[in-house]
T-cell receptor, first 110, second 115 residues
């Protein structure tokens, strides 16, 4: 039972354009969400998070949007840079459980 | 600052052997987490510790897996006996404050292959 889903395994975006990564969840007990970025042969790196009491959180080029009614969150990266090419994981926390999505591989095309 | 340090980076061993993975968390971090990543199941939490005490080990797949944290600067994940289906990348992570929802700092993982 995959409670956190990233339905797009991969995404290619032109450098300078906006990258939008999506994540859906099914458990309404989740109340905190995080995005991690992972380069090959390295561990995931924390990017940005959002609490369920907010619908938007911004940090530089990264913005996370949360739509609680749709149980959907998205990560926007603008403008996209070559160094953003990586696998992005969303994670959801609630009721003392942390669940990761399966990841989306983002490729930024120069 | 040194990040989370895992050893070994790669381990290849034969089925039935004991495997020990090691982790040194970031100094001052109170929580430590062990994860397993596979193609089929993605990133799964196996167990986590707060202040060296195991809090939730419900993700440990079976009794062949055990984890210890004898002090604040060291943890081990042991598999005995190992099986081919244990082949995966194992990550250790730490965080400054307790709780699964806090941002975690990951090590670079141990790639384990059981033949």
């Amino acid at each position: 039972d995959q409670q956190v889903k990233q339905n797009s395994p991969s995404l290619s975006v032109q450098e300078g354009r906006i990258s939008i990564l999506n994540c859906d969840y099914t458990n309404s007990m989740f109340d905190y969400f995080l995005w991690y970025k992972k380069y090959p042969a390295e561990g995931p790196t924390f990017l940005i998070s959002i609490s369920s009491i907010k619908d938007k959180n911004e940090d530089g080029r990264f913005t996370v949007f949360l739509n609680k009614s749709a149980k959907h969150l998205s990560l926007h990266i603008v403008p996209s840079q070559p160094g953003d090419s990586a696998v992005y994981f969303c994670a959801a926390y609630g009721n003392e459980k942390l669940t990761f999505g399966t990841g989306t591989r983002l490729t930024i095309i120069p | 600052d040194a990040g989370v340090i895992q050893s070994p980076r790669h381990e290849v061993t034969e089925m039935g052997q004991e495997v020990t993975l090691r982790c040194k968390p970031i100094s001052g971090h109170n929580s430590l987490f062990w994860y397993r990543q596979t193609m089929m199941r993605g990133l799964e939490l196996l167990i986590y510790f707060n202040n060296n005490v195991p809090i939730d080990d419900s993700g440990m797949p079976e009794d062949r897996f055990s984890a210890k944290m004898p002090n604040a600067s060291f943890s081990t994940l042991k598999i005995q006996p190992s099986e081919p289906r244990d082949s995966a990348v194992y990550f250790c992570a730490s965080s400054k404050t307790g709780g699964l929802g806090q941002p975690q700092h990951f090590g670079d993982g141990t790639r384990l292959s059981i033949l």
